[in-house]
Structure formats: C-alpha cells, structure tokens
C-alpha cells in the first residue's frame, strides 16, 4: 500500500468506518509509526496531536477499534479502516463522533419501515392502509403476506417483468408490515441469517 505521509507533513486523515453497518464512527489522524503499530496489533493507533504520541483507541477505555481492512484513496493521502468497534467509540459515550447511533441501516427499506411504524402509531385507518391492516390484525397481515407470495409465484413463471417486480414490491411492503405486526424488523432476520452464514 503506498502511503504519501511525507508529502503530508507526516500525518494523514484516516476515516474510521464499522465493517458491519459501514456508518463512520470517527476521523483520525496517522504517521507511518501508528499505521504501522495498527497492521502489528491489529487494534487501530491514531497519533494524537493534543498529546504529540501514539494513542491507541481504548488503551484507557477498552473500547478498541479491531482492524478490518486498510483502504487507500485514489490521492494516496487519506486512509479509509474498516474496524469493528469494542463498545463506544467517542469518549463521550456515544456510538460514534457524530452522536448517531451505531445500528444497520438499509437505506430506503429503514425509511420504509419507520414509515409504517408512524401510520401505526398514529392509527388513522380512514385515511391509511397500513394502519387499517394494523387494525384488522394479525391474521389480516399474514393472509396478505400469503397472497402476494403467491402473486410472485404466478408472475415468475410469466414473461412480464414489470408485473413480477411490482408484486415482488407488494410482497417485501407487507412483509415489512407483518415483521412489526410481530415486533421485529428487518435487521432482527439479518442477524438471524448471519448466524447461518458458514
């Protein structure tokens, strides 16, 4: 990995990313001794310029940043580590620098499921689906799920691609609906299939 460190006045940037939920956690800074001691222990080291030495993340703490992977930009002046965090990463106490929480997003499937999560809360049946099958309950739910799995079924044998990617979006938007319906979401499956991952 080539390293322009010297070029920039012996530290760069290095942008601290968890490997699982790929949300930044923290930005650093290294010089060619804290990069080194990262690939050695396999703990990320910064070089802290407050306090003018190596520092590694959690030495008082013991909320280590486990390396992952080392990336290199296109500049060759600004590392990206993936790491897995052990406990918080801000000396705050907060899950990163940024005071967001370090949890897995899925971009437009998370928006969709904070959605259906408020016209649930808010319970307005005349003028929301959701909330009326929330008032219909359960069994309601998990018949709708039934029907557009087998809608899937019938439009993958078909020719019509449009038609079999519109009931592939019926049956994920009441499936998502049946997860809460049963107090989970989507994440609570993911980490179900990680543990099957071999």
Known sequence: MEIDIKSAHGLIPAIIQDSETKNVLMLGYMNEESL???????????????????????????N???????????DGDTLLIQAKPVGPTCHTG?????????????????????????????????????ASLFEKGINKIAQKVGEEAVEVVIEAKDDNDDLFLSESADLLFHYLI???????????VVDVLKKRQK
């Open 64 to 74: 280590f940043l486990e390396l992952v992977s080392i990336k290199n930009d296109c």
């Open 178 to 188: 049946l997860l809460q319906a049963k107090g989970y979401q989507l994440n609570d």
């Open 94 to 130: 907060a899950d990163t620098c940024w005071q967001e929480p370090n949890s897995a997003n899925y971009g437009f499937i998370s928006q969709l499921e904070n959605t259906i999560k408020t016209r649930r809360e808010n319970a307005d049946s005349e003028k929301s689906y959701v």
């Open 36 to 62: 080194q001691k990262t690939i050695e222990t396999q703990k990320v080291t910064f070089f802290s310029r407050s306090k003018q030495r190596l520092w590694t993340k959690g030495e008082e703490s013991g």
